[in-house]
């Protein structure tokens, strides 16, 4: 498959759960990121990976964990979760430091914490 | 932190009328200004940019305009199509690439 991609594209997890999401970018990008999309706040910038390291965590709560093991995985490791966590979750790509920032999304995956 | 105003959050226009949303940045060293569509269940895909070092640019249907004193641009759609109904995200970005979205406008067309 070409783009980027998501894994799952939907889950219903409860608080005590722990889940992981998984985006894999097939562009040859080298930076990755993951942003929230809620109805309150569309589109919020979580964390930004460049050439495998974090470069950003935009004071995102430790339940949330990422993960770069290299520049065409990104994970979001899960853990004690609240219902107000319940959003969509995008993972997106670049080529950072090129003349072109275009960022390409996944198709995200929907999350509900019960 | 950089903060990026978007206005309106809803605009509904007949088929064939023009459509204009506009966006506001705070940081003077943003270079680059992305116009995302998001379709609805779908991710958001570019469909315009321009960067710092110029006014205006156009494709088709869209334009895009830069006030870099202001520090505000605004996307132009023209004969709008129900096929434009859309979620629209402005961004800035400045040399780290990180992008800084606007909070949307969910743009309908009535046919």
Same mark, same amino acid.
């Given at each position: 498959?070409?783009?980027v991609?998501q894994?799952?594209r939907?889950?219903v997890?409860?608080?005590?759960?722990?889940?992981?999401?998984?985006?894999e970018?097939? /562009?040859?990008?080298?930076a990755m990121?993951?942003?929230?999309?809620?109805?309150k706040?569309?589109?919020?910038?979580?964390?930004v990976?460049?050439?495998?390291?974090?470069?950003?965590?935009?004071?995102?709560?430790?339940? +949330?964990s990422?993960?770069?093991?290299?520049?065409?995985?990104? +994970?979001?490791? /899960?853990?004690?979760?609240?219902?107000?966590?319940?959003?969509?979750?995008?993972?997106?790509?670049?080529?950072?430091?090129?003349?072109?920032?275009?960022?390409?999304?996944?198709?995200g995956?929907?999350?509900?914490?019960? | 932190?950089?903060?990026?105003?978007?206005?309106?959050?809803?605009?509904s226009?007949?088929?064939?009328?023009?459509?204009?949303?506009?966006?506001?940045?705070s940081?003077?060293?943003?270079?680059?200004?992305?116009?995302y569509?998001?379709e609805l269940?779908?991710r958001?895909?570019? !469909?315009?940019? !321009?960067?710092?070092?110029?006014?205006?640019?156009k494709?088709q249907?869209?334009a895009? $305009?830069?006030?870099?004193?202001?520090?505000?641009?605004?996307l132009? !759609? $023209?004969? $709008?199509?129900?096929?434009?109904?859309?979620?629209?995200?402005?961004?800035a970005s400045?040399?780290?690439?990180?992008l800084?979205?606007? $909070?949307?406008?969910?743009?309908?067309?009535?046919?």
């Amino acid at each position: 498959e070409t783009g980027v991609t998501q894994t799952p594209r939907h889950l219903v997890m409860g608080m005590t759960n722990k889940k992981s999401l998984k985006c894999e970018q097939h /562009l040859g990008h080298n930076a990755m990121y993951w942003y929230k999309q809620s109805a309150k706040k569309p589109l919020e910038l979580m964390f930004v990976y460049n050439f495998k390291e974090q470069t950003e965590n935009n004071s995102v709560p430790s339940r +949330f964990s990422p993960e770069c093991p290299n520049s065409s995985h990104l +994970f979001l490791h /899960l853990h004690t979760l609240q219902p107000e966590d319940s959003a969509l979750y995008l993972c997106a790509s670049s080529q950072a430091g090129s003349s072109n920032n275009e960022q390409f999304f996944g198709p995200g995956t929907r999350l509900t914490v019960l | 932190g950089e903060n990026v105003e978007q206005h309106p959050s809803t605009l509904s226009v007949q088929e064939g009328d023009s459509a204009v949303i506009k966006c506001t940045y705070s940081d003077s060293a943003s270079n680059y200004f992305p116009w995302y569509k998001q379709e609805l269940g779908k991710r958001p895909q570019l !469909i315009i940019d !321009i960067r710092s070092n110029v006014g205006e640019k156009k494709d088709q249907r869209i334009a895009v $305009t830069l006030n870099k004193t202001a520090k505000h641009f605004s996307l132009h !759609i $023209t004969e $709008t199509q129900p096929e434009d109904s859309a979620v629209y995200f402005c961004a800035a970005s400045s040399a780290t690439d990180k992008l800084i979205f606007g $909070t949307g406008t969910r743009l309908q067309v009535f046919p």
